[in-house]
């Protein structure tokens, strides 16, 4: 994925240091090379390597497609343990959510918040693997909510106008429909499960309860499982 800072025109890209060291590890390029490419925010392309010196490497870039079109998704995650931030970000991304939020719950812990992983180098970082991954170019927003009340009450009501609302909630709550095809706002739970308070927020929000089956997942499994019935 090239940045805007990566071209020196509009069809010609230099890459130097991690970016260079990256394409060196993962593709052992050699001059003459066609490697496809992406421009964040904008079209996918192939490119040939038409110079290549131990600290550079210069592409000449033909664009030619667009990028998949997103998911019709608005993500709303309790934040999730630290070392699962990276693999959500990079699976909700390689699935083409555009717009995420990481909330508070009663059920995250505090500590949660400091992670690293939450830095804007560390979820971009992540954002572009997993869009690198599917071949996609649009950048998702990633929002961060440490206060549960005034988002649901606040903003919520907003973020989700005119969308089907869906909490994924364990219980005898009906199934999660499949194949939903209209704009939709998901919810899912920390470890711990929303507590009953905030489903009721939820719900008066406009949120219908769902069940993903008799099954606990968890929070890193239930998000792909919830985000596949939109496919
Ligand atoms: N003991 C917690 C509870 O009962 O809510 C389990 C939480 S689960 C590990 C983490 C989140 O994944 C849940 O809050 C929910 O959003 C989602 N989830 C996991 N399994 C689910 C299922 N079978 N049905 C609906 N949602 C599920």
Redesign the pocket.
């Given at each position: 994925l090239l940045f805007e800072e990566d071209l020196i025109s509009t069809d010609t890209a230099v890459l130097t240091d991690r970016r260079l060291r990256h394409l060196q590890q993962v593709r052992d390029i050699k001059l003459g090379d066609q490697i496809s490419v992406g421009q964040v925010n904008g079209l996918l392309g192939e490119a040939t390597i038409t110079e290549l010196a131990p600290d550079s490497a210069k592409l000449s870039i033909s664009w030619s497609k667009q990028p998949p079109a997103p998911l019709p998704v608005t993500l709303i995650i309790?934040l999730p343990r630290p070392k699962m931030v990276k693999r959500i970000i990079q699976t909700v991304t390689t699935m083409g959510v555009k717009q995420l939020y990481f909330i508070n719950s009663y059920k995250v812990e505090k500590s949660f918040w400091q992670s690293p992983w939450l830095t804007e180098a560390k979820l971009l970082e992540n954002v572009v693997l997993g869009l690198e991954q599917a071949m996609d170019t649009q950048l998702p927003t990633i929002h961060l909510r440490k206060r549960f009340k005034p988002f649901v009450e606040d903003e919520l009501p907003e973020i989700a106008k005119d969308s089907l609302r869906l909490?994924?909630?364990?219980?005898n709550?009906q199934n999660?429909p499949i194949q939903v095809e209209q704009q939709t706002t998901l919810?899912?739970?920390?470890?711990?499960?929303?507590i009953p308070y905030e489903v009721e927020k939820l719900e008066s929000c406009g949120f219908t309860?769902?069940?993903?089956?008799?099954?606990?997942?968890?929070?890193e499994?239930?998000?792909p499982?919830?985000l596949s019935k939109l496919f």
């Open positions: 309790a909490v994924a909630h364990p219980s709550n999660c919810a899912i739970g920390p470890e711990g499960g929303f309860p769902v069940s993903l089956g008799d099954r606990i997942l968890r929070t499994t239930a998000v499982v919830l």
